[in-house]
């Protein structure tokens, strides 16, 4: 059974930089593809970032683009969220979430795998 845990998050100040780790466990890492997604308080799930499987092509959502780099390393079955010139708006519970497809898909339902989140807040 797949097994993802997030870590990395916490308080920081705006303009400043975080990096999530999301590590993947109980399957064969390169064959899926991996997003970000974050949630804030009384707002939907929303899709940030994903990396897809085999070629590590990126694609990211346009409120982060230029900001957040989404990486993965295949030796150490982990994929990262490098966060810099955070803003109070990027306050969210973020998780990491993966298919088995070459698809880049930023509908949350689309994903089969989730690990359980971790909290970023920028304060203001």
């Known amino acids: 059974q797949v097994r993802m845990v997030e870590s990395g998050g916490g308080l920081v100040q705006d303009g400043g930089s975080l990096r999530l780790s999301c590590v993947f466990s109980?399957?064969?890492?390169?064959?899926?593809?991996v997003g970000w997604f974050r949630q804030a308080p009384s707002k939907e799930r929303e899709f940030v970032a994903a990396?897809?499987?085999?070629?590590?092509?990126?694609t990211y959502a346009d409120s982060v683009k230029g900001r957040f780099t989404i990486s993965r390393s295949y030796a150490l079955n982990t994929v990262y969220l490098q966060m810099n010139s955070l803003k109070p708006e990027d306050t969210a519970v973020y998780y990491c979430?993966?298919?088995?497809?070459?698809?880049?898909?930023?509908?949350?339902?689309?994903?089969?795998?989730w690990g359980q989140g971790t909290q970023v807040t920028v304060s203001s």
């Open positions: 979430a993966a298919h088995t497809t070459s698809t880049f898909y930023y509908d949350s339902k689309r994903y089969d795998y």
């Open positions: 109980g399957r064969t890492f390169s064959d899926y593809t």
């Open positions: 990396i897809r499987r085999y070629s590590a092509t990126e």
